[in-house]
């Protein structure tokens, strides 16, 4: 047989009492863990989308760091070229400078041999580097002629004075005549003849009579097509009507520099 214990009224609201309390905490600790779950779960993709993040940084940080390391060798080869270029540089401007001083000189002392000759169309002057030594046809030949008189032979001379002892100094003869037809010359055909044959006297004198060595001269005909002035004046014919002896230093320096 079973006895049943007849439990009182209180005794009866505080059972209750517990049982609802417990199930209200059960019912809270259910919320607390399905937060925890939601919590746990967006907390893993977050940890995920920074691990993504991170790899993306790091794959940039890598490719930034070969970028620099790239900029970094491409600096270097830069810096070294430009030491070279300007080392080079300064061996041209070296160069340029001793020939500019070189045809400087020069031209001082042919202005200075040849000073007595500036009053009759001689003149002395510096263009692009070289020496010009323009002599007017009168100084050197007879009308229509390639025969050097006598006044010609002498300003030659002393031009073949200076630059024999000249020797890294190279020469070229250009004849150069006005625009006027050549008439009853004889062997003589056109100014271009003209021109030439009077560049040849004057290259064949200052090597043959004054010594001259013929390697460093050459001998060319102009004709009427470098005037000094293109106006159809007496004036300006007479300036056109010229042998001019171009003088340039000689610059193997600066050749073998270029052709490095």
Request: glycine share 4%; aromatic share 4%; charged share 30%.
């Amino acid at each position: 047989m079973y006895s049943c214990k007849v439990m009182s009224p209180k005794a009866y609201k505080t059972l209750v009492a517990e049982r609802d309390s417990l199930a209200t905490r059960t019912s809270n600790l259910e919320g607390q863990v399905a937060q925890l779950q939601s919590d746990t779960a967006r907390l893993h993709r977050q940890l995920n989308d920074l691990r993504k993040n991170n790899s993306v940084l790091n794959s940039n940080l890598d490719a930034t760091s070969s970028k620099a390391n790239e900029l970094a060798a491409q600096t270097t080869r830069l810096a070294a070229d430009l030491k070279k270029r300007e080392a080079r540089l300064k061996e041209v401007e070296d160069i340029l400078k001793k020939r500019d001083e070189a045809t400087n000189a020069l031209r001082d002392k042919l202005q200075k041999a040849l000073y007595g000759f500036q009053q009759s169309g001689l003149t002395v002057d510096i263009r692009n580097g070289k020496v010009y030594v323009s002599l007017a046809d009168k100084l050197l030949f007879p009308s229509g002629s390639i025969i050097i008189d006598d006044k010609g032979k002498a300003a030659l001379k002393q031009l073949a004075a200076v630059v024999n002892k000249e020797a890294d100094i190279n020469m070229a003869v250009e004849g150069h005549t006005d625009d006027k037809k050549v008439k009853n010359l004889g062997q003589i055909k056109d100014n271009w003849d003209l021109s030439v044959l009077r560049a040849t006297s004057v290259t064949r004198y200052l090597t043959e009579t004054e010594g001259v060595d013929p390697h460093r001269l050459t001998a060319t005909g102009k004709s009427e097509f470098q005037p000094i002035d293109a106006t159809a004046t007496d004036e300006a014919r007479a300036k056109n009507r010229r042998i001019e002896i171009v003088l340039t230093p000689k610059l193997d320096e600066l050749y073998n520099l270029i052709t490095k």
